[in-house]
């Protein structure tokens, strides 16, 4: 069955630098959402969109943006990258009918 | 504000034993609870889905309660292996809105001794 894929896998950038995280959902799902985990801590719910358009925002910060394609994909921009930006990105879909979240298998972000 | 804990924060346990994992939350309005399973460095995967209406779900050796007036959920694990060795972790998805952010637990470390 296909699954959550996300882009990269790994990615290095600098300080204050600007990265691109790409999300791919389950096909006819129609719901995605990011999540930000850092190291030994929880996930912690960053953005979603529903139907192409943003619909519950969490702690997410000024420097980072989000949307939601007609195809359904949705790319997280981060600008101004910061050391304490380093973490696993996780996007997760759903059928809004369903609520249940699948999850990619994330994008490692280092920031040196 | 949702608050969702996990205990205990890690356990270790000899291979074949059955063991209970331990989820607790503030605001007893969720409308499902999600059991995921972390390996490290990896990503989450979902064990079990709990829908607010449902008492307890079953899938394997995998056992989830819920308790939603108390706030509480359990993971029963039977016949423990080495490979259910990984960090578990508890969700919990709010009611309102067009989508339900999960809010997730801080996870119990399971190391399963062969």
């Known amino acids: 069955a296909a699954g959550v894929i996300q882009s990269p896998r790994h990615l290095i950038k600098e300080k204050r630098e600007t990265a691109t995280l790409k999300c791919y959902p389950i096909?006819?799902?129609?719901?995605v959402y990011w999540y930000q985990q850092g190291p030994g801590q929880d996930p912690q719910f960053l953005i979603s969109?529903?139907?192409?358009?943003?619909?519950d925002k969490g702690s997410i910060p000024d420097r980072f943006s989000a949307q939601q394609f007609s195809d359904y994909h949705s790319e997280l921009n981060m600008s101004s990258l910061e050391l304490g930006d380093s973490a696993l990105y996780f996007c997760?879909?759903?059928?809004?009918?369903?609520?249940?979240?699948?999850f990619g298998p994330g994008t490692r972000l280092t920031v040196t | 504000k949702q608050e969702v804990t996990q205990i205990p924060a890690a356990l270790s346990v000899p291979e074949g034993e059955n063991l209970v994992l331990n989820c607790s939350f503030t605001?007893?309005?969720?409308?499902?609870l999600q059991w995921f399973r972390q390996d490290p460095g990896k990503g989450l995967t979902s064990l079990l889905l709990?829908?607010?209406?449902?008492r307890e779900q079953t899938s394997g050796r995998l056992n989830a309660s819920l308790d939603k007036s108390s706030g509480r959920s359990t993971l029963y694990i039977a016949a423990s292996q080495p490979g259910d060795s990984a960090t578990y972790l508890c969700?919990?998805?709010?009611?309102?809105?067009?989508?339900?952010?999960?809010?997730f637990g801080t996870g119990t470390l399971l190391a399963v001794q062969p």
């Open positions: 969700a919990v998805s709010a009611v309102g809105g067009a989508t339900n952010k999960l809010i």
């Open positions: 997760a879909s759903s059928l809004q009918a369903s609520w249940e979240q699948y």
């Open positions: 096909p006819r799902h129609d719901t």
């Open positions: 605001d007893s309005a969720i409308y499902n």
């Open positions: 709990i829908q607010s209406s449902q």
């Open positions: 969109f529903y139907e192409k358009m943003q619909s």
